[in-house]
Nanobody, 130 residues
Framework: VQLVESGGDSVQAGGSLRLSCEAS????????MAWFRQTPGKEREGVAL?????????VADSLKGRFTISYDTNNMNTIYLHMTDLRPEDTAMYYC????????????????????????WGQGTQVTVS
């Protein structure tokens, strides 16, 4: 399974970006996919999570109202992170992750904060806000 993120860029505060993550190389759809972010010296932080097929999105409380997550309902192999009103503190490497084992189904929305539940990760896409 491969996850490829795209859409990261350098933007000014107040701007918007849409990140994409496309999954390939699998035979069955993942249970869920998520976005995490990380800055140097800090732990990976959960941003948003969505369950493929049923939706049921979760966004970190601190990001609600500015970030939303969605997926491509036509093929369910691509998710998006829509980011608005970007702030300098949003600067980070953003990673896409996928759960193919089902652990995030049991854990519910809490899964969005637990990187170890996701067995596949992308290489990341950099978002810089100045």
């Amino acid at each position: 399974v491969q996850l490829v993120e795209s859409g990261g860029d350098s933007v000014q505060a107040g701007g918007s970006l849409r990140l994409s993550c496309e999954a390939s190389g699998y035979t069955t759809s993942s249970y869920s996919m998520a976005w995490f972010r990380q800055t140097p010296g800090k732990e990976r932080e959960g941003v948003a999570l969505i369950y493929l097929g049923r939706g049921d999105p979760w966004v970190a409380d601190s990001l609600k109202g500015r970030f939303t997550i969605s997926y491509d309902t036509n093929n369910m192999n691509t998710i998006y992170l829509h980011m608005t009103d970007l702030r300098p503190e949003d600067t980070a490497m953003y990673y896409c992750a996928a759960d193919f084992e089902g652990g995030t189904v049991q854990a519910g929305h809490l899964s969005g904060t637990i990187p170890s539940l996701f067995s596949y990760w992308g290489q990341g896409t950099q978002v810089t806000v100045s």
